[in-house]
Nanobody, 126 residues
Framework: QVQLVESGGGSVQAGGSLRVSCAAS?????????VAWFRQAPGKERDGVAA????????YYADSVKGRFTISRDIAKNTFYLEMNTLKPEDSAMYYC??????????????????WGQGTQVTVSS
């Protein structure tokens, strides 16, 4: 079992930046697991934002955030991050971290991850 705890959400004006963090504990941590960030706005589905694979450290991003968001990890701290720049009001959502992509799963499918954090709110005002 892996436990994930997010932190770092908050409110910011459009054009600003935020970094959200996800600290993992238990099991073998994040070293050998695909990690990802999802977001969910009220009344909408939970959508994949970014993902990072464990071995080749390949990154994947939703088109809406490419060039603005960066996913990274710190193995020593068992923590991964989502750096968000040039934020827009449409980025406002609850952000969730996820880990451990099921074999054959897709990084952008929330149902394909085994572990989830509790979520942290990001609000971007215009």
């Amino acid at each position: 079992q892996v436990q994930l705890v997010e932190s770092g959400g908050g409110s910011v004006q459009a054009g600003g930046s935020l970094r959200v963090s996800c600290a993992a504990s238990g099991g073998t941590g994040i070293r050998y697991r695909t990690v990802a960030w999802f977001r969910q706005a009220p009344g909408k589905e939970r959508d994949g934002v970014a993902a990072l694979t464990p071995r080749d450290r390949r990154t994947y991003y939703a088109d809406s955030v490419k060039g603005r968001f960066t996913i990274s990890r710190d193995i020593a701290k068992n923590t991964f991050y989502l750096e968000m720049n040039t934020l827009k009001p449409e980025d406002s959502a609850m952000y969730y971290c996820a880990a451990d992509l099921r074999q054959g799963g897709s990084w952008f499918e929330s149902g394909d991850f085994n572990y989830w954090g509790q979520g942290t709110q990001v609000t971007v005002s215009s």
